[in-house]
């Protein structure tokens, strides 16, 4: 697929993710909602800290085997606080709905907003993730 047609199918995905929650605050008048973008847009950051720590670290005088599939106790520990994150922001709608600061349809929208919102940042990632390498043409 080429890289502008991606770029394209996630910003109208994003947009679309954008456009729920707004409506949810807008239509009912009431932006608590606008919460659950903050959080879903924090939601990948301690992944992608790891990944990025991980990657630059020296394995050449440790012991631990962390190339074969395993991950490390930083890497588990940033999962942890994204699982956190996604949690907190498919609940916050629930609770403030359970609370009656807002309406069912407000709830229900800002919540699939939201998952639309990190799953495009997700589908960002995995896209444009793969390195390609530098001597690709002379297959070295």
Not at 7 to 23: H, M, Q, R, V
Not at 36 to 56: G, H, Q
Request: hydrophobic share 50%.
């Amino acid at each position: 697929m080429n890289p502008l047609n991606k770029i394209i199918f996630l910003s109208a995905f994003l947009a679309s993710g954008f456009l729920l929650i707004l409506l949810s605050c807008a239509l009912f008048n009431n932006y608590k909602p606008l919460w659950v973008i903050l959080i879903f847009l924090l939601a990948p950051l301690p992944n992608i800290f790891a990944d990025t720590v991980e990657s630059n670290r020296d394995s050449f005088l440790t012991f631990n085997d962390h190339e074969n599939g395993s991950s490390t106790p930083l890497q588990e520990f940033c999962k942890y606080i994204t699982g956190f994150l996604i949690v907190s922001g498919i609940a916050l709608p629930i609770t403030f709905y359970h609370t009656r600061l807002i309406e069912l349809g407000s709830m229900i929208m800002s919540m699939i907003g939201g998952l639309i919102v990190y799953s495009d940042i997700v589908l960002f990632i995995w896209f444009f993730s793969h390195e390609e390498e530098e001597n690709d043409d002379f297959n070295f």
